[in-house]
């Protein structure tokens, strides 16, 4: 099964996701996070990344679209994919038409006052990956799952969240009447708290499942 998790910036894609995949032995496909990989090891596609992450803008379609294209067989050993943060425009929602077949896309709806107070209180983990926040961490600097050390996103200030919600307005958006038509778009409210939510992802991949 092939899940796309869409969502604005802080909905908890990534959150939903670290649950999903070991709750249904999925593979997890992050472009964020794959990105901060190659920022971090200072690779070629990193030095074209890095500008983008820190303004808040998308990285090139050509950039991303290869990425995804080439690591997608490299997860088949699981039972499913999830794919967090790829496609967010159209450009890309077409490309991936041409390679892969999505079965289900999950929309995270979030107000946009609670977004900004998630990202701006997130902290993640150095080892893990695993998104955290500071209204549950109480003062602790250090992963709740693997004991790393947590750290602040540098795209997580309140300026260049603001760029990203509006680069997710213009062009992630209409993703949702995108795959709408399509029949396969379930909205779930990412409003509830993480466990809520979880709950009513739950009953959309039970139903899937039969
Ligand atoms: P990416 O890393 O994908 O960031 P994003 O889409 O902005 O989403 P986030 O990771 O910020 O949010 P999330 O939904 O994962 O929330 P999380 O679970 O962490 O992309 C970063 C950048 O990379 C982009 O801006 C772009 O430059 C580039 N990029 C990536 N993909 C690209 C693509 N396809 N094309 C071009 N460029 C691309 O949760 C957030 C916080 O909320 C955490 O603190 C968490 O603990 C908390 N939280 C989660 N759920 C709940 C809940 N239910 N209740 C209370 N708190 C919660
Ligand atoms: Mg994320």
């Known amino acids: 099964m092939i899940i796309l998790l ?7 894609k990534g959150t939903q996701a670290k649950i999903l995949t070991e709750k ?3 593979a997890h496909l992050s472009t964020g996070d794959v990105f901060r990989y190659h920022i971090k090891n200072e690779t070629e596609i990193g030095k074209v990344a890095k500008g983008y992450i ?3 803008t998308l990285v090139p379609d050509e950039v991303t679209c290869a990425i995804v294209k080439e690591s997608l067989p490299l997860y088949q050993n699981r039972k499913g994919i999830i794919l967090d943060g790829f496609p967010r425009n159209i450009v890309q929602a077409k490309a ?9 896309v999950l929309n995270i ?11 701006c209180g997130r902290r993640v983990c150095k080892d893990c990956g695993a998104s955290h926040h500071i209204k549950y961490l109480q003062g602790k600097a250090t992963c709740q799952y693997c004991n790393g050390v947590l750290y602040q996103r540098q795209d997580d200030s309140v300026e260049t969240a603001k760029e990203r919600f509006a680069v997710y307005s213009q062009q992630t958006k209409p993703l949702i009447q995108f795959y709408k038509e399509k029949g396969i778009l379930h909205t779930v409210d990412g409003n509830k708290e993480q466990d809520a939510v979880l709950v009513e992802i739950d009953k959309i991949l039970k139903v899937l499942a039969e």
């Open 6 to 12: 869409l969502g604005a910036p802080g909905a908890g």
């Open 96 to 104: 991936l038409d041409a390679f892969c077949k999505l079965d289900c």
């Open 109 to 119: 709806a979030v107000s946009e006052d609670l977004l900004l107070e998630r990202i």
């Open 24 to 26: 249904y032995d999925l």
């Open 54 to 56: 820190e303004k808040g």
